[in-house]
C-alpha cells in the first residue's frame, strides 16, 4: 500500500478540506514530499535555503513556505510561534544525511519534538540512514557524502553510536527502535510503514528509509 493511500483510508475522504502537513526540510518538493503532498489541501514548507522554497511554491502551489533554520526553530520554539501553535495532520522530516548546519547531525538534535507538531492521531514521517557509506575520492554521487573528509565521517558515525548504540541497522531493527523511541516517550504507534528510497551512489545498496508512524490518538 502506498503512503497516499495510507492517509486516504486513515483520514477520512469527508475530512480533505481539513488535512494538513508540515515539510521541516523542504527543499524543492521533489523528494520525499511527492510521496504525500497530494494528499494535503494546506502544506506549511520550511527551508533555510529561499531558493529551494520557491521552486517548492511552484511545484505545490497550496503550499506555504517560512525561511527557516527548522532544526533551531524547533528547539528554541520559534517555529511553533511562527505556525501560531498549529497541530498538523502529517509531520515530515526530510532531513540531511551527516552533520549540517550547526552541527546538527540527522535527526539526532530534534526528532523528540516532532509529536509536538501533530495532532492526535496524526502521522510522523521522516528519513533514517540503515548503512551509511565512506567517502571516496572515486564516488560518483549527487549529494554532500562525496564532499566529507575522514574526521567529518568520524564525527558522524561517532553521533550515530550515541544516539543508535551502533552505526548501521536492518530495517526491521529501525521500525522496532523508532516505535519504542516514541512510545518511550508517551507517542505510542498504531503502525509503521516504510519504503527505501534509490541510492544515489552507484554501487552501493539502498540505504536511505522512509519511515511512516500513524501515532495513536491518547
Same mark, same amino acid.
Given at each position: 500500500?502506498?503512503?497516499?493511500?495510507?492517509?486516504?483510508?486513515?483520514?477520512?475522504?469527508? @475530512?480533505? !478540506?481539513?488535512?494538513?502537513? &508540515? *515539510? %521541516?526540510?523542504?527543499?524543492?518538493?521533489?523528494? /520525499?514530499?511527492?510521496?504525500?503532498?497530494?494528499?494535503?489541501?494546506?502544506?506549511?514548507?520550511?527551508?533555510?535555503?529561499?531558493?529551494?522554497?520557491?521552486?517548492?511554491?511552484?511545484?505545490?502551489?497550496?503550499?506555504?513556505?517560512?525561511?527557516?533554520?527548522?532544526?533551531?526553530?524547533?528547539?528554541?520554539?520559534?517555529?511553533?510561534?511562527?505556525?501560531?501553535?498549529?497541530?498538523?495532520?502529517?509531520?515530515?522530516?526530510?532531513?540531511?544525511?551527516?552533520?549540517?548546519?550547526?552541527? @546538527?547531525? !540527522?535527526?539526532?538534535?530534534? &526528532? *523528540? %519534538?516532532?509529536?509536538?507538531?501533530?495532532?492526535? /492521531?496524526?502521522?510522523?514521517?521522516?528519513?533514517?540512514?540503515?548503512?551509511?557509506?565512506?567517502?571516496?575520492?572515486?564516488?560518483?554521487?549527487?549529494?554532500?557524502?562525496?564532499?566529507?573528509?575522514?574526521?567529518?565521517?568520524?564525527?558522524?558515525?561517532?553521533?550515530?553510536?550515541?544516539?543508535?548504540?551502533?552505526?548501521?541497522?536492518?530495517?526491521?531493527?529501525?521500525?522496532?527502535?523508532?516505535?519504542?523511541?516514541?512510545?518511550?516517550?508517551?507517542?505510542?504507534?498504531?503502525?509503521? @510503514?516504510?519504503?527505501?528510497?534509490?541510492?544515489?551512489?552507484?554501487?552501493?545498496?539502498?540505504?536511505?528509509?522512509?519511515?511512516?508512524?500513524?501515532?495513536?490518538?491518547?
Amino acid at each position: 500500500m502506498e503512503i497516499e493511500q495510507i492517509i486516504s483510508s486513515t483520514l477520512p475522504q469527508s @475530512y480533505f !478540506e481539513k488535512r494538513s502537513a &508540515i *515539510e %521541516l526540510f523542504a527543499r524543492e518538493g521533489t523528494m /520525499g514530499t511527492a510521496d504525500w503532498a497530494s494528499s494535503f489541501n494546506r502544506i506549511v514548507a520550511c527551508d533555510v535555503n529561499k531558493s529551494y522554497l520557491n521552486e517548492f511554491e511552484e511545484n505545490w502551489p497550496a503550499s506555504e513556505t517560512v525561511c527557516i533554520d527548522s532544526v533551531a526553530a524547533l528547539r528554541s520554539g520559534e517555529l511553533c510561534t511562527r505556525v501560531q501553535n498549529e497541530k498538523f495532520d502529517f509531520v515530515s522530516s526530510d532531513n540531511p544525511q551527516g552533520l549540517y548546519g550547526d552541527n @546538527y547531525c !540527522e535527526h539526532f538534535d530534534f &526528532i *523528540e %519534538l516532532l509529536p509536538g507538531l501533530c495532532k492526535p /492521531g496524526g502521522f510522523l514521517f521522516f528519513l533514517v540512514n540503515l548503512n551509511p557509506f565512506r567517502p571516496s575520492p572515486n564516488a560518483v554521487a549527487n549529494d554532500v557524502y562525496c564532499q566529507m573528509d575522514d574526521e567529518w565521517f568520524e564525527n558522524w558515525m561517532y553521533r550515530r553510536e550515541v544516539f543508535y548504540g551502533k552505526t548501521n541497522f536492518s530495517w526491521e531493527d529501525t521500525i522496532l527502535f523508532y516505535m519504542k523511541f516514541f512510545r518511550d516517550l508517551g507517542f505510542p504507534s498504531e503502525f509503521a @510503514y516504510w519504503r527505501m528510497r534509490k541510492s544515489a551512489l552507484v554501487g552501493h545498496p539502498d540505504h536511505l528509509m522512509y519511515l511512516l508512524l500513524k501515532l495513536k490518538k491518547v
